[in-house]
């Protein structure tokens, strides 16, 4: 069932930041199933999937958005777009969400999620763990496990993306009305097919090494 | 040389937040490197690499981590603990660095990388992107792409692992002697083997559906 040290490798080598996508080309339903699987089975912190996924594939809409996104070609020439969304607060309609949800999964009565849904609410509503002015970062940083689990996927599949801060998250919450709802852009995602021209595709990557980064203690 | 749609969506299913690891396995020397790997391939903003991955393998160490980490089992008894940090600030140094090191791997003269380098130090060290007050959190952003790309490669090799943010920030980076430097620690990660009796691992997976999350435009 597993995949071989060397299969990851030789993915997350020929992963690169795609420039220039093949606009001709679209992903299979049953690849992008699997992508969309990533995103719904990514982790977060106490499962609360702060989060939520926009396709754009309105042609229209992803002209609209390129200009505020330094005008990428990524935007539009890729095959799927996503943007990725965080919620803005948590609040206890969100936890008690979690836990009917949890309970209706695992054939559970309430009063046996009590000590959890406790918990959250103390931790997360009340703010114990989290203060109330780092909810929407760390709900942000939820989103970018997604966003790494979504990239480590799609590189798995042969899939190529670009990810892209370069974008005005203003300007991207107002074109896609997110403005007065409980969630924000964070950082967007283009995946599609690297354009058999995107010089970019052959350059040598650049990292630092691990005798740099990774320190055993 | 991909893999299929299934084999992802089975490693991703087949994932979940250890509780209960087995203390007697160890992770084989060559899985370990290609997640060592999948730490330093993940993509970043920029490809700054604003982080850093402390490995902690000292018996009497993650003892004393442990309390500071609402006394989880999975500190101590997981095969390989990470400890992800991030750079509390990006200097007009830490750009240097990144362009010569790329100017190196590439083959490249520094005034070939000018347009580059002007721009990083623009957006980043002057802020004209990422104001000053927020750059520690944009780096711990994208710590968890690495977070996200490091869990969803350990699912893919077979290894377990348990996204750790209860524990405390500050106690962590005084007993790992981070106080005085560039980086602090954002989030754990144990990695391992589930123990036979983690009765976690028998529980229904909690998601919401692909109706609520994912969203066409």
Same sequence: chains 1, 2.
């Avoid at 093949?22 to 719904?40: G, K, N, V, Y």
């Avoid at 992803?62 to 505020?68: D, E, I, K, S, Y």
Wanted: contains cysteine; charged residues 20%.
């Amino acid at each position: 069932m597993s995949i071989t040290p060397e299969t990851l490798e030789q993915a997350l080598n020929w992963r690169y930041a795609t420039k220039a996508f093949d606009r001709a080309r679209s992903i299979p339903a049953q690849t992008w199933a699997a992508l969309e699987q990533s995103l719904l089975l990514s982790p977060s912190s106490y499962g609360l999937q702060p989060w939520k996924f926009l396709v754009i594939r309105d042609r229209a809409l992803r002209q609209q958005l390129r200009p505020h996104a330094w005008d990428q070609s990524q935007i539009t020439d890729c095959a799927e777009l996503v943007v990725f969304l965080g919620r803005r607060t948590i609040e206890q309609a969100d936890v008690d969400t979690l836990i009917s949800t949890t309970c209706q999964a695992r054939g559970l009565a309430s009063e046996q999620m009590a000590f959890y849904a406790d918990l959250l609410r103390r931790n997360v509503v009340e703010h114990a763990q989290v203060p109330a002015a780092e909810i929407a970062g760390w709900n942000g940083r939820q989103v970018y496990i997604a966003l790494g689990t979504f990239m480590t996927a799609a590189a798995l599949l042969g899939v190529d993306t670009c990810p892209i801060e370069g974008f005005d998250p203003a300007a991207f919450d107002r074109l896609l009305e997110l403005e007065a709802g409980p969630y924000r852009s964070w950082v967007v995602c283009a995946a599609g097919y690297r354009a058999a021209d995107d010089r970019y595709a052959q350059l040598a990557k650049v990292r630092y090494s691990a005798g740099e980064l990774i320190e055993v203690r």
